[in-house]
């Protein structure tokens, strides 16, 4: 398996624009992570699904992100619209129904927003 | 909700064994106990994972005491190459209200 993928790798964009982050994660995962790194507060959980439905979106900063998983293979962050404070590494991770604790992390979307 | 405490740095020689220890007090009742290693502009990698007691597998152990309140991830003999940041992550996946919580963070710095 190629492991966990997001897509774009870089992305750099104006404020107040709309940005989507992309991720696949691994074939027969059930459960799907989205983290946000900075220097300032690390790493944060944003949201997670099991089997493609939300169970928790607590970490959510505000109504301008928003998160979807139409299928089991595929999921996206949306940022809109987007502000400078949310210039960050956007990690997405899986895992396994079995070891549900052993995330599989991808390497990270980096969002600049100036 | 399980606030974690570590270490900001740690330095260590080739070759010793290297103990770095994770704060959660306020750890609930279903929560695990996970660690993680992060290289620079990769994503977090999984090391071990533990509830309570001793955990050992083929990299790391993992020490938990009786009363769940900090951990210890134990490395037996480090190389330049463990040479990384290593996060402990606390909380439960059974949608109840803890939330899994990364700690601060340990910058380990591996030397000849």
């Known amino acids: 398996d190629a492991g966990v993928i997001q897509s774009p790798r870089h992305e750099v964009t104006e404020m107040g624009q709309e940005v989507t982050l992309r991720c696949k994660p691994i074939?027969?995962?059930?459960?799907l992570f989205w983290y946000r790194q900075t220097m300032m507060r690390g790493l944060e959980l944003l949201i997670y699904?099991?089997?493609?439905?939300?169970?928790?979106d607590s970490g959510m900063p505000e109504d301008r992100f928003s998160a979807k998983m139409p299928n089991a293979s595929f999921s996206t962050l949306k940022i809109q619209p987007s502000e400078p404070r949310d210039s960050a590494v956007y990690f997405c991770?899986?895992?396994?129904?079995?070891?549900?604790?052993?995330?599989?992390f991808g390497p990270g979307t980096r969002l600049t927003v100036t | 909700l399980a606030k974690t405490t570590q270490p900001i740095s740690m330095d260590s020689y080739e070759g010793q064994e290297v103990n770095i220890t994770c704060s959660h007090n306020?750890?609930?009742?279903?929560?695990?106990i996970t660690w993680y290693q992060q290289f620079p502009s990769q994503g977090p990698r999984f090391i071990i994972q533990?509830?309570?007691t001793k955990v050992t597998n083929e990299v790391a152990s993992l020490f938990i005491p009786a009363d769940r309140k900090s951990s210890t991830l134990s490395l037996p003999r480090v190389s330049l190459s463990d040479t990384a940041v290593y996060y402990c992550?606390?909380?439960?996946?059974?949608?109840?209200?803890?939330?899994?919580?990364f700690g601060t963070g340990t910058r380990l710095q591996v030397t000849l």
């Open positions: 991770a899986s895992s396994s129904i079995a070891d549900k604790y052993e995330q599989y």
């Open positions: 992550l606390v909380g439960d996946l059974t949608g109840t209200a803890s939330k899994l919580t």
């Open positions: 306020n750890i609930a009742t279903n929560d695990y």
């Open positions: 533990g509830y309570k």
């Open positions: 074939s027969g995962h059930d459960y």
């Open positions: 699904f099991n089997n493609n439905v939300p169970i928790d």
